[in-house]
Every structure is written in structure tokens, then in C-alpha cells.
């Protein structure tokens, strides 16, 4: 594959992607999830 052209023109590339039936814009993000931290054993200070 090559690069053969870069649309830059908003109007265009909304047309395209109309004519293509794709949505002119990128789906919404999920909020990030908090990663659950397991419990690690630790040495007794002694």
C-alpha cells in the first residue's frame, strides 16, 4: 500500500465518509477503570 493522496478538506472527507455509509465521527471512550491491586503478604519487621 501507498499513500496516493491526503484529503484535508473537512466537506470532503465528511462526503466520503457518507458516500462509505461511516460515521464522521470516532466512537466515544469509556472512562478508564480502576485496576484492583491484590493484597501481597510482606515480612513482619522485627
Same mark, same amino acid.
Given at each position: 500500500?501507498?499513500?496516493? @493522496? +491526503?484529503?484535508?478538506? !473537512?466537506? @470532503?472527507?465528511? +462526503? ?7 460515521? &464522521?465521527? @470516532?466512537?466515544?471512550? &469509556?472512562? &478508564?477503570? !480502576? ?10 519487621? &522485627?
Amino acid at each position: 500500500m501507498r499513500v496516493i @493522496a +491526503a484529503i484535508e478538506d !473537512p466537506r @470532503a472527507i465528511r +462526503a466520503i465518509l457518507d458516500c462509505l455509509d461511516l460515521p &464522521a465521527r @470516532a466512537p466515544p471512550t &469509556a472512562k &478508564a477503570r !480502576p485496576i484492583e491491586q491484590p493484597d501481597l503478604p510482606f515480612p513482619d519487621d &522485627a
